[in-house]
């Protein structure tokens, strides 16, 4: 399978622990999208990388995330001292460079603070 | 107000029914414009490209109003695996960040 792969697809973790999710683009894709997605919302924009360099990253994020690509493939999601608030899909994506291509996105990794 | 807008419905038509459902944008300077579909806890999947000239694939027509600012979908002759939430999406700048609607759920009947 050469698609977007995310894992761990499944996460319970108590609140106030850290959690950390990997995603792996397709190979020729040097955009990597983050988005977060809650029942009955769309997919809300995190962050996006070209290759290793971070391009722009919401408002919307607290402190408590942050996203590398180091070496301009895979790319991780970290979200520290966990809230309930957090509990949502966190989807990556990835794409070509160019203005028309299209993004394809992983099955998503789901996250229940509890 | 949202950047992207959709009636969230839910539109339910029996088999065979045309529905249509409708997107508004505020950004004039989007560039690009996307429907992807969702079924049920899963990913959204790219059902097609809007061009300005209007496209179709199948059963499905896109338009776009660059004037209005108004993206729309058609679905002829619906089937039951149409049932899904559909996802306006735009893209306001070169390659940027894509800009998703809440979604419009169809659920087609038999």
């Known amino acids: 399978d050469t698609g977007v792969s995310q894992n761990p697809r499944h996460k319970i973790t108590k609140r106030g622990q850290n959690v950390t999710f990997r995603c792996d683009p397709i190979s020729e894709h040097n955009r990597l999208y983050w988005y977060r997605q809650t029942l009955g919302q769309g997919p809300e924009f995190l962050t996006y990388f070209q290759n290793e360099a971070q391009l722009e990253k919401s408002r919307l994020l607290s402190d408590r995330f942050s996203a590398e690509r180091p070496k301009g493939s895979f790319s991780t999601l970290e979200i520290q001292r966990t809230e309930q608030g957090d509990s949502a899909m966190y989807l990556c994506?990835?794409?070509?460079?160019?203005?028309?291509?299209?993004?394809?996105f992983g099955e998503g990794s789901w996250l229940t603070v509890v | 107000r949202k950047e992207v807008e959709q009636d969230p419905g839910p539109f339910n038509v029996p088999e065979g029914a045309t529905v249509a459902f409708n997107c508004t944008y505020s950004?004039?300077?989007?560039?690009?414009f996307f429907w992807y579909r969702q079924d049920c806890r899963k990913e959204p999947k790219l059902l097609m490209s809007v061009y300005s000239s209007g496209n179709e694939d199948g059963r499905f027509t896109a338009q776009l109003n660059r004037a209005s600012q108004y993206i729309s979908l058609l679905i002829r002759d619906s089937k039951l695996s149409d049932s899904a939430t559909y996802l306006c999406?735009?893209?306001?700048?070169?390659?940027?960040?894509?800009?998703f609607g809440d979604g419009t759920t169809l659920t087609v009947k038999p």
């Open positions: 994506a990835s794409s070509l460079h160019s203005s028309g291509n299209t993004i394809y």
């Open positions: 950004n004039s300077a989007s560039q690009s």
């Open positions: 999406v735009v893209r306001n700048t070169n390659a940027g960040k894509s800009t």
